[in-house]
């Protein structure tokens, strides 16, 4: 069974810095590229960060790129995010999600997420 | 970057047809993925590709695209399919990879 549990979320000050988990379970981890999408209270969904496979492509939203770093351990199954400079505005659940990518149907998706873990920025 | 566009609320009869639609120019090179989400819960893939259905998704769930609009449709809506729909795509418009989401829409089953 897929398995993908987050971990690392608190209450943090403006400008402060966590560093979020991700362990997963149940597949080839090394085989799968990640993401970490996040959703603030009584709001949508907002992708933050890919990582590909072997952790040589990474790539940022806009309102996270300088401040966040996404990185992996294939040896330890695990996923991070290291957030630093943090913003009220960066207040949400944030949740690690499996990518599967089908490049010739023009089809990538999310097909397992974590059950997220809540960060919260405030003084 | 692009955005996707979806109605903000929706809703329908039990046992009736709904469909949720979903625009963006990322759409035109890739099709979208939904997603349900109920309070508290995380999000669960329903659609992805052309129209696929994970493991364990009703057939009531279906899938569409043309041009730069993708649509859910769940043909036979049950009490259990009210929820946050979301739909989302790859975009490859602007001078990195993306991922966007629309903003949700919230369907609600009378």
């Known amino acids: 069974e897929v398995q993908l549990v987050e971990s690392g979320g608190g209450l943090v000050q403006p400008g402060g810095s966590l560093r979020l988990s991700c362990a997963a379970s149940?597949?080839?981890?090394?085989?799968?590229?990640m993401n970490w999408v996040r959703q603030a209270p009584g709001k949508g969904l907002e992708w933050v960060s890919y990582?590909?496979?072997?952790?040589?492509?990474?790539y940022y939203a806009d309102s996270v790129k300088g401040r966040f770093t996404i990185s992996r351990d294939n040896a330890k199954n695990s996923l991070y995010l290291q957030m630093n400079s943090l913003r009220a505005e960066d207040t949400a659940v944030y949740y690690c999600a499996r990518e599967v990518i089908r490049i010739a149907a023009a089809s990538s998706y999310f097909d397992y997420w974590g059950q997220g873990t809540l960060v919260t920025v405030s003084s | 970057s692009s955005e996707l566009t979806q109605d903000p609320a929706v809703s329908v009869a039990l046992g009736q047809t709904v469909r949720i639609t979903c625009q963006g120019d990322?759409?035109?090179?890739?099709?979208a993925s939904w997603y349900q989400q109920k309070p508290g819960q995380a999000p669960v893939l329903v659609i992805y590709g052309k129209n696929n259905r994970p493991s364990g998704i009703p057939d009531r769930f279906s899938g569409s695209s043309s041009g730069n609009t993708a649509s859910l449709t769940i043909t036979g809506a049950q009490a259990e399919d009210e929820a946050d729909y979301y739909c989302?795509?790859?975009?490859?418009?602007?001078?990195?990879?993306?991922?966007?989401f629309g903003g949700g829409t919230k369907l609600t089953v009378l």
């Open positions: 989302n795509s790859r975009d490859s418009s602007g001078n990195h990879l993306n991922w966007v």
């Open positions: 990322s759409l035109r090179s890739y099709y």
């Open positions: 990582i590909s496979s072997s952790g040589s492509t990474i």
């Open positions: 149940g597949f080839t981890f090394s085989s799968y590229e």
